[in-house]
């Protein structure tokens, strides 16, 4: 994703190789941390990105030094956001966090690649992936109450959903930071690694997805959304629709035929 004219190094990189796309929050200068620019942009590929067919599998992760340090302190501190009205600084929010919600909806895998810390809004990102890999070395806070706030990005509807209630509330109130051993035994994060063996388990995990049933992925991703609210009766319902969809896919019939034929299966996300 290139910079505008005349505004220098984008805060967003962006890449597309065979069927992965690759997100880089980047101002590491300020350990990329998320400012109205960065949000937009990071918003903005993700809406492109539940759309097009070529991108199977999202990552996001940081430039070098850091996952992502949260909501732009600095920023929030200058008196031109100060000057701004709360109304307007409400839209701006809403729309800039619904990033989080297409990380976690989007039709297709995602995967947050956790090289550095991630605080506030950078850990609420990574929570909305469906999956976290992190290196041992990196550490996770909700930071928030330290700066005297509340939340966002969705850091309140994952919290608790991954780690449960009573463990949610201590890890806002008192913004903890926990190490990546902690963060796996919290079931916050899904791998640790150690070093650049993070980079090399990153990209084996997200080539088998990219290689994956790209439609299968959509529909498990549907039935584990719808089923936080349903009764066991309408997820059956939900599940066995899907799964007759499924039946229906070419990629289905391949992975079929390379059972019978003992081979590797070609998807093709059709």
Known sequence: MPAAPGEGISPLLAGLVDGTLTLVLNRPEARNALDARMGELLLEALEAAQHDPAVRVVVLTGAPGAFCAGGDVKAMANAAHEAVQPAQRNRALRRRSEAARLLHEMPKPTVAMIGGAAAGAGLALALA?????????????????????????GITYFLPRIVGEARARELLFLSTS???????????VHQVHDGDALEAASSRLIAQLAQGPTLAYAHIKRALLASGQ???????????????????????????????EKRPARFLGA
């Open 178 to 188: 926990l190490s990546a051993d902690e963060a796996l035994a919290a079931g916050l």
């Open 129 to 153: 992936c469906d999956l976290r890999l992190m290196a041992r070395s990196a550490r996770l806070s909700t930071a928030f109450a330290r700066v005297g706030l509340s939340g966002d990005y």
């Open 230 to 260: 349903a009764s066991l009766g309408s997820q059956l319902d939900l599940e066995t629709a899907l799964q007759v969809l499924s039946q229906s896919t070419l990629d289905h019939h391949e992975a079929a035929r390379a059972f019978v």
